[in-house]
């Protein structure tokens, strides 16, 4: 099984990225999907979650981020709008099926 999530990298604040991460080697049926953050120094924290019929979001970041997901193509994605310099950390894709998944992350840095 395999998460790999790209797409980060360095932008200015308020500016956009959108995350993805590919998926391959998962079997059986994975009923949720989530975006996970760890900025420096601290834990790792849910950002937004998806399953079959619904989205779930850290209240702080709602109306800004959005989860989706291609279960055709295997990719989940996060569209991150008006960035923030504190949404600056490394960003994990996961998978929840009859085990938990998780990619190596990819890096958001936001500069002020």
């Known amino acids: 099984e395999q998460l790999v999530e790209s797409g980060g990298g360095l932008v200015q604040a308020g500016g956009s990225l959108r995350l993805s991460c590919a998926y391959s080697g998962i079997s059986g049926f994975i009923y949720m999907m989530a975006w996970y953050r760890q900025a420096p120094g601290k834990q790792r924290e849910l950002v937004a979650q998806?399953?079959?019929?619904?989205?779930n979001y850290v209240d702080s970041l709602k109306g800004r981020f959005t989860i989706s997901r291609d279960s055709r193509r295997n990719i989940l994605y996060l569209q991150m709008n008006s960035l923030k310099p504190e949404d600056t950390a490394v960003y994990y894709c996961?998978?929840?099926?009859?085990?938990?998944?998780w990619g190596n992350g990819t890096q958001v840095t936001v500069s002020s």
């Open positions: 996961n998978a929840d099926g009859t085990e938990r998944y």
């Open positions: 998806i399953t079959s019929g619904a989205t």
